[in-house]
């Protein structure tokens, strides 16, 4: 008998194993998908890892059938998902449903047919499989039940697999069987007459009564000469204004074929142009980078905003793909690339491939499998961290462009990996060169390079020596004591914006929204409504007339009085990006004001219009949140507004700092990209703050070494690593019991290496209460040891029946 470990989606850490007949050796191999009984009565697909003969302890059950012909999972990408299982403190199983595309793990019903045979073939069938080919003669799949019905039988595996065996017929899950390539037809020369000296020839014999003919054949032959790219039948009548009875004519006489071509969902047709010539500062970049290179596996691109990395990473996949190489390029959120995948279709065409979470099923698959087959369309992928997970097989780049945001991180489900750190690993094992990219780079980043484990190559000019917007801070208090406040605006502000309007330049005003929504208070007894699910403000939702929980959803119309005292006296406390909205067409009726916000951009295409209408200067000002910093490239901006920077700065997390300044930097950058200085007006109540300061300054480099100092002085990374736990219930005190079980037996390998449990300020969410306890381990320690160690407290607490219900969760690098 053999034997077959299997890898189930589920947060079980270990695998699973089955047994197969030994005909089926040959059909089977690791990184496949089999199907197989779980549990009482469902059937799982999980993929294949190992193939054996070592009986386990236990009796085992038989694989219910195989899905594939070919591995979908290659070995590098197991390797891969095998060390963020282990880094990352979870089960393969959650790895395996991150990292495949859900399609492939669908415990759908699974269809089988006959195979297309090129010729009848004799094949030996049983009686029971001749039943199975003659029903499919008559019908073009079946599924498994009716097969049960057909042979009157429970267990029909056996008699698939053996067909499958023979070669006659082959077994689909439905998604494939739906998943038809679209395919487009073309024309091109008929071989015999590609050459001049054929089609001369065949030309003349044309040319006295067939003038049409001749015509289309002529533009075919330069159509064919100019570009490698196929030629649509209609695109050669259209040019030659000829009619589809041409075209027959000249396919009837076989001077012309036709072929089919499997058309992409994402393809690219317009032209490629050529790469830019760098800039001279560019150039030295691009060369220090290839020296780096020569040494390190890793090399950060800290580059001013506007300096041109996008260039010099094109420069950077130029080399790669001449090296026959995968290149990968990952950014934070695709949703707010638009325009960068414009600029590397530009260059690429069709080499490059998105991978984009909500794109249809379908699609991703189609990557997927051009990738497997290395097709050349894949030689470039772009996506956001799960486009990591797909089948390289030769990657020699990876790009991590704003390698400093936060997004990179996934929170929730398991795998809770980082996608920069991730990718590195992944890098590494491919032996593929990392080149991490920013503005302002993560702190970790900039020490990993300091401490030279990383290359750093600097941009310190913006493209086109355009110079650093200017940066200057209105002092709030002071505003509001002088009375030169209109709403949420200071004279200064508003000023600024008439002026920059004046000019015909666009402005933008970011407001950030996180936890400053607008709150509604009541001014007499101090109350504000409350969530009833979770320990949280409710916040105004203007255009509906709401208040809203940004946790649970939870929604109530707006009070009219207060819930505590009954008084109508409510108000609103704090702004978002709405207020800001209303408020400034008040004082500009006259010009176009767009708000750019997670509201505002959740329908399909929604951002992209607004990034269009923007380009094309449409709009006079831009309201927005977070996403206005992300890598937006607009050429006439000249004032950026920032409403009010303290809430950043004042956040309660060993991060706030550095949060702050990538933010405010990544927003001031979006000023003055064009030729002319651009302005940054920064709204705040304490314009002496540290992180402003160096902001101004436009100093990193400060900013760092104030940071730095901090986080060695305090204990945080990356002089720590951390680890989070959170456990989580619906009883305060079965919670607040399991926490402090955790905490201490904890605490006797760690001893005061772990703090908490500390609540934290959302103390309740949907009605489960939470608690957080963290474990700092300094870097001289044993990362591995201290995971063995977590693991089996982890064990130990999982096994107390009193604490079932608790759920908890461990978050490696919690960010
Ligand atoms: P960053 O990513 O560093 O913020 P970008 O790559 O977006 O900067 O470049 C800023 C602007 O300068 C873009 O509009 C880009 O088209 C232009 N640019 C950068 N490098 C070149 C170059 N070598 N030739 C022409 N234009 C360039
Ligand atoms: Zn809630």
Redesign the pocket.
Known sequence: MLYVDVILPIPIKNTFTYNFPQSLIDNLDAGMRVTVPFGKTKIQTGIVLHIHDEKPAYDTKEIDQILDEVPVINKRQLRHWFWLADYYMCSIGEVVRTGLPSAFLLESETLISKKQQEEEKEVDLTDEEYLIVEALERQSALRIQEVQAILEKQNVVKQIQSLLAKDVISVEEEVFEQYVPKRKTFVRLAKAYETESSLNALLEELSARANKQREVLLNLFMLQAQTKKPIAPKKLLKKSDASDGVLRALLDKGVVERYELQEDRNIFDGETIAI????EA?EEAYKAINQSFQEKDVCLLH?????????VYIQCIEDALKQDKQVLYLVPEIALTTQLIG?LQKHFGHQLSVYHSRYSVHERIEVWHNLQEGKEKAQIVIGARSAMFLPYSNLGLIIVDEEHEASFKQQNPAPRYNGRDAAIVLGIQHKAKILL?S?TPSIETYHNCLTGKYGLVE?TQ???NVPMPKIRYINLKEAYHKKQMTGRFSQELLDAIKHSLGQGEQVILFQNRRGFSPVVECTTCGVSPQCTNCDVSLTYHEYRKQLRCHYCGYSIAMLISCMACGKETLDYKGFGTQQIEKEITKYFPDYRIQRMDQDTTRRKHAYEKIIERMVHRKIDILVGTQMLAK?L?F?NIGLVGVLQADNLLNFPDFRAHERSFQLLQQVA?RAG?GLKQGDVLIQTYDPSQTTLQVLKDNDYKQMYANEIEQRKDFGYPPFVKLIRITLRDRNYQKMRQAASWYAQAMRVPFSTQVLGPEDPAVGRIRNQYLTHIMLKIPSHHSIKQTKDNLQRIHNQFESIRGFRSVRVVIDVDPI
Request: avoid cysteine; aromatic fraction near 4%.
């Open positions: 830019s010539e760098l800039s560019q580059g001013v905003t506007s300096s041109g990395k996008t260039e600029r990219g503005a941009l913006r493209f086109g890598g490239d050429s950058g990209r």
